[in-house]
């Protein structure tokens, strides 16, 4: 059973940073992929970024530029860098991994962009 726990949410002004950390617990077998999704009020969950085993990385739109993802096999973790971050970026952020076949979540970080 894999475990995804994140941290580093919070309460920051608009054009400020955060760093969101994921870390994963359990056993993952085989290439996966690791990413952040995004949930605002009243709207669906959407993907911000993921990045594969190999470190090919895909990002939303909105956040190219701004964002980076990135990750440490070795400790089963993903971060997102979130610079220059602004009101619309408010929202409740989940960490994702994906191996084949399968789809665990973490319970979500709120990130709130206000000044």
């Known amino acids: 059973q894999v475990q995804l726990v994140e941290s580093g949410g919070g309460l920051v002004q608009p054009g400020g940073s955060l760093r969101l950390s994921c870390a994963a617990s359990g056993s993952v077998f085989g290439p996966y992929r690791m990413g952040w999704y995004r949930q605002a009020p009243g709207k669906e969950r959407r993907l911000v970024a993921f990045?594969?085993?190999?470190?090919?990385?895909i990002y939303a739109d909105s956040v190219k530029g701004r964002f980076t993802i990135s990750r440490d096999n070795g400790k089963l973790t993903v971060y997102l860098q979130m610079n220059s971050l602004k009101p619309e970026d408010t929202a409740v952020y989940h960490c994702?991994?994906?191996?084949?076949?399968?789809?665990?979540w973490g319970q979500g970080t709120q990130v709130t962009v206000s000044s």
């Open positions: 990045i594969t085993n190999v470190g090919t990385t």
């Open positions: 994702n991994l994906h191996p084949s076949g399968s789809d665990y």
